[in-house]
């Protein structure tokens, strides 16, 4: 009795439409390697999200050289290519009544996150002047008041 509830847990742990999700991107990423299209040379897939009624799957992938327009252009005209045979593959591996309908699409994740950083970069590089500012006036006050408590002569330096 106790082993059926723990299997029935383990089941649920994950949403349907999660497993199909990870599977579709296992196997979307495995044919990109097996075709071998030089346009879609450092591509990865970085996520699947399937719609609830397992009509369209979305497939979010990054390149490291996307960065130019004419490459992502190219990136789109390679994926347009490949989609055809990629949906037969997953349509034969998937063990589901109805499989979804793949579109390819950028992953603006990594994009986003290096905007952020070079915004925060530029923020650093901004504060880091008045800091340096102000640590040159405490210096001089420091210096100044050291001045002032300074020993007049050697001999009280030594007391």
Do not use: H
């Not at 346009?39 to 897939?45: A, E, F, H, I, Q």
């Not at 369209?56 to 960065?67: H, M």
């Amino acid at each position: 009795m106790a082993r059926q509830r723990q299997r029935v847990q383990a089941r649920r742990q994950y949403s349907r439409t999660d497993r199909i999700s990870e599977s579709i991107r296992e196997i979307v990423a495995t044919e990109l390697e097996r075709i071998g299209d030089e346009r879609l040379d450092l591509v990865t897939v970085t996520g699947v999200v399937v719609d609830s009624d397992l009509s369209t799957a979305k497939v979010y992938y990054s390149a490291l050289t996307a960065a130019e327009a004419s490459t992502s252009e190219d990136l789109a005209e390679g994926f347009e290519a490949v989609r055809w045979p990629i949906q037969r593959v997953v349509n034969k591996a998937m063990t589901a009544r109805r499989t979804p309908q793949i579109s390819f699409l950028p992953d603006e994740v990594l994009s986003a996150a290096l905007r952020i950083d070079d915004i925060l970069a530029q923020r650093v590089e901004v504060e880091v002047a008045p800091v340096e500012e102000i640590g040159k006036l405490a210096r001089a006050r420091q210096t100044g008041a050291s001045q002032l408590n300074a020993p007049a002569t050697a001999n009280e330096a030594d007391r």
